[in-house]
């Protein structure tokens, strides 16, 4: 299986009472081989770009 480097990325704010974040797992969507298993004589490719977000809110 070949060497691949991924980027993730976050970003977070607070305002006041208020959260933002928002979360990028492999920003570029490198498609990329995760494993392989010699039993099974299979590959498995790794997670595509993966984007979350959340706001939070305390009152």
Known sequence: V?????IDAALHYK?????????????FGKRYVASCYAESFGCFYGEGR??????????
């Open 50 to 59: 993966r984007i979350k977000g959340s706001v939070k809110y305390t009152w």
């Open 2 to 6: 070949p060497a691949v480097t991924l």
């Open 15 to 27: 305002w006041q009472n208020a959260e933002l974040s928002l979360n990028v797992s492999n920003l």
